[in-house]
């Protein structure tokens, strides 16, 4: 029986499900999920991220891991915490450019967050000769504590769901996933059940806002971690850097959109990271933050342009790749502003490179 046969029958005896719910199983379900059983990554995949587009990405990355490390102190004992690595490509590139600090490699405890069985192997394929070798946990607390920690996150709030409210002339509903009158998956609005606080900006009858309590404590867990350990987390994804409403649920399969009720398990989903969320439970739990920034910014204060410069006198037959890379990275209207960064950090006095 399939995912989606399963998830009508589901809904037929039990109701309507949230949204959030409905990604999860999308995602996650053991048998059918999409991550759990047949993530495709990449340009003959279904989407492609930043360290595919090019190299530059994950150097820039390295290079500043290692300046958070001399900042801390050159700490002799250092956790490296990727979350979601995805193939390893960005790992595999941050470590080849940490090869210039010797030191930090040899302090490096690297650690690999990844639920995704078949992710896990291709990581482990990929940093087969990495100069450092990973080892997997299931999550944020299975790190060591008593080290200091420098992680990162890239893509990863936009697989943590948010479930959806809708305000209509009447009040506040949810949307949820139910059967339309053919027994086929559809949207549609049920009456609010358990906690949900109203947002406090103004939405117009219709809107859909979007709430993501796995967003929220994603952020506190990090918040947690970095307050207890010292270290410093960056994370880089799309999504929004204020409050605001909008449904922003996708699916995408072979680097097409779809509807997200389309296919369940054989696209990927995703909604919008919520920035202001995740850093006010981080601070909450007793991290600080920098505020978020758009890609391109965080790119050009790490050096993008004079990297490229260096890789085009290298190889001057590539330099009109390389340049549409950087313009890829980092324009408006590609991924450099859509895409935010931002620092969850301890000390308060550490001063995160890129956020300056």
């Avoid at 100069?131 to 936009?158: K, M, Q």
């Amino acid at each position: 029986m399939s995912l989606a046969d399963r998830l009508k029958r589901e809904i037929a005896l039990t109701g309507p499900m949230s949204v959030a719910d409905y990604v999860t199983r999308c995602l996650h379900d053991p048998m059918d999920g999409y991550y759990a059983t047949r993530p495709r990554i990449g340009g003959g995949g279904d989407f492609i991220t930043a360290p595919l587009v090019s190299q530059m990405f994950g150097e820039l990355i390295g290079l500043w891991a290692v300046e958070v490390w001399t900042r801390l102190g050159a700490p002799d004992r250092l956790t490296l915490v990727e979350v979601g690595p995805g193939d390893g490509t960005l790992m595999a590139d941050m470590l080849r450019a940490a090869r210039l600090a010797p030191d930090f490699l040899q302090a490096l405890d690297l650690v690999l967050i990844e639920p995704s069985p078949p992710l896990r192997a291709a990581q482990e394929r990929t940093l087969a000769e990495a100069a450092v070798t990973p080892r997997w946990v299931s999550g944020l607390d299975d790190l060591p504590a008593g080290t200091p920690v420098i992680l990162v996150a890239n893509e990863v709030l936009d697989c943590l769901p948010a479930r959806q409210f809708v305000r209509t002339e009447d009040g506040w509903m949810e949307r949820r996933v139910g059967l339309d009158d053919d027994g086929g998956l559809t949207l549609g609005l049920a009456p609010i059940t358990g906690p949900f606080a109203k947002p406090d900006y103004a939405i117009e009858p219709g809107q859909v806002v979007e709430i993501s309590d796995a967003q929220a404590a994603f952020g506190a867990a990090l918040g947690r971690l970095l307050a207890r350990t010292t270290g410093a987390a960056l994370l880089i994804d799309y999504g929004r850097d204020r409050p605001g409403p909008g449904d922003t649920l996708q699916a995408v399969r072979g680097h097409k959109k779809e509807g997200p009720l389309d296919h369940p398990g054989e696209a990927d989903l995703t909604q919008w990271a919520d920035f202001p969320t995740v850093l006010e439970a981080a601070v909450r739990a007793g991290a600080d933050t920098t505020g978020s920034q758009g890609q391109g910014d965080f790119l050009r204060t790490l050096g993008i342009g004079a990297r490229a410069q260096r890789l085009m006198a290298a190889r001057p037959e590539g330099a009109a790749v390389i340049d549409r890379q950087v313009d890829r990275l980092t324009a408006d209207d590609q991924m450099g502003r859509l895409f935010k960064s931002a620092a969850i950090f301890a000390p308060r006095s550490l001063a995160v490179p890129g956020f300056e």
